[in-house]
C-alpha cells in the first residue's frame, strides 16, 4: 500500500468533536464558512465532503441524527432528494461531465460516519480515474479547495431551490 504524505489531515485529528461531526456542522451555523457549508435549510445541509473522491464532491445531511433513511420523515427524504436532483445541473454548471450518487448506510455498507446519514453526489471528469488511480493506487486532487468551494457556493444559490421544481 502507497503512504501520501498529508499533514493537513492532521487537523481532522486534532479537532474532532466529542459528539458526532455532522450534528456539531448542524448546530453551529456561525461556523459555516470553516465547516464548508454551501447550502442549508430547515431540514438538511449541503457540505463539501473535506476528504473528496473528485473536486466537487458533496454531501447532503439531514439535522436529525439518524443512521438509516427509513428513520427520517418521508417529506425529508423527499425534500433532499429534490435537492440532489437539483445538484445535477449545478454539477454540469461547474464542469461535471458525469456524476455518481450513493449513501453508504451504516458501518458494513462502508459508511465513514455511520451513525448519522449522508448522501454523496461526486461529479466526474473524463480521465478523472488515470494511471495514478490504476497502476499507483492513489488519487490526485488537483485544484484548489477553497476555491472549488467558493465557485459551488456561488452556483448553489442559482441551483438549489427546494421550492422550484427543476
Known sequence: ???????????????????????????????????????????????????????????????THIDSPESLELSSWIHMQHLIYQSCQLLYAFGAQGINYGINIKKSAGAGIPEHLHLHILPRYNGDTN?????????????????????????????LNPKKEG
Open 1 to 63: 500500500m502507497q503512504h501520501l504524505y498529508a499533514p493537513w489531515r492532521n487537523q481532522y485529528f486534532e479537532n474532532k468533536p466529542e459528539s458526532c461531526i455532522f450534528c456539531h456542522i448542524s448546530k453551529n451555523t456561525q461556523n459555516d464558512e470553516d465547516h464548508f457549508v454551501f447550502h442549508r435549510d430547515e431540514i438538511c445541509l449541503g457540505v463539501m465532503n473535506l476528504y473528496p473522491y473528485t473536486q466537487g464532491h458533496l454531501l447532503y445531511i439531514p439535522h
Open 131 to 159: 494511471f495514478m488511480s490504476t497502476i499507483a493506487d492513489c488519487r490526485v486532487y488537483g485544484s484548489d479547495f477553497i476555491a472549488t468551494y467558493k465557485k459551488i457556493k456561488t452556483l448553489a444559490k442559482t441551483y
